[in-house]
């Protein structure tokens, strides 16, 4: 089977394929996403793995949400956002990262079809990692570790679940993190 990445804009695309000359990559034209494009997604994914791969921000969030709405199956590779940071530091995307990063995370990539749900969101709120004051900057330390991108409470807790985390192993890494 073969993987097509999906990625935002043409200069992701070009660093994609910097990477990985033979890449098959797929570009969605930002957040406005055509229906033709969910389509051909569509497609796609019933002869091939589809990889959602888009920058590390909320029009990056936007667009992995409506590709996962539309295609379940589809996998996910994050990149951090400290990773993905332009020369100038005004700009993230996926076309400012390093070779050595980009092939981290499409060498780990999650899929949205586990088994059952390892975290609860009662077991969230117990770690403080929602509900409380710093619940955000609790959530981000241990996204950054576990390489899921910075979500809210809501979607850290599928993306755990994806990663098939038990809650013993997310209280340690709360510990080790001094979260």
Do not use: W
Not at 149 to 167: D, E, H, Y
């Amino acid at each position: 089977m073969t993987s097509v990445i999906v990625v935002e804009g043409l200069h992701d695309k070009n660093r994609i394929e910097s990477v990985y000359p033979n890449a098959h990559v797929v570009i969605t034209n930002g957040s406005e996403i055509s229906d033709d494009t969910i389509k051909m997604i569509q497609t796609l994914s019933k002869t091939n793995q589809i990889i959602i791969f888009t920058d590390p921000d909320s029009p990056g969030e936007k667009i992995r949400n409506q590709i996962a709405l539309a295609i379940p199956s589809a996998y996910h590779a994050f990149l951090r956002k400290k990773d993905s940071i332009s020369k100038n530091g005004k700009k993230v995307g996926i076309e400012h990262a390093s070779k050595e990063c980009i092939i981290e995370s499409l060498s780990n990539v999650y899929s949205n079809q586990q088994e059952e749900d390892t975290i609860t969101l009662q077991d969230i709120y117990e770690l403080h990692l929602m509900g409380m004051p710093n619940s955000s900057n609790l959530r981000e330390k241990l996204s950054d570790e576990l390489n899921i991108g910075k979500p809210n409470a809501k979607t850290f807790l599928k993306r755990v679940n994806m990663l098939q985390i038990k809650k013993e192993v997310l209280k340690e890494l709360c510990q080790k993190l001094e979260v």
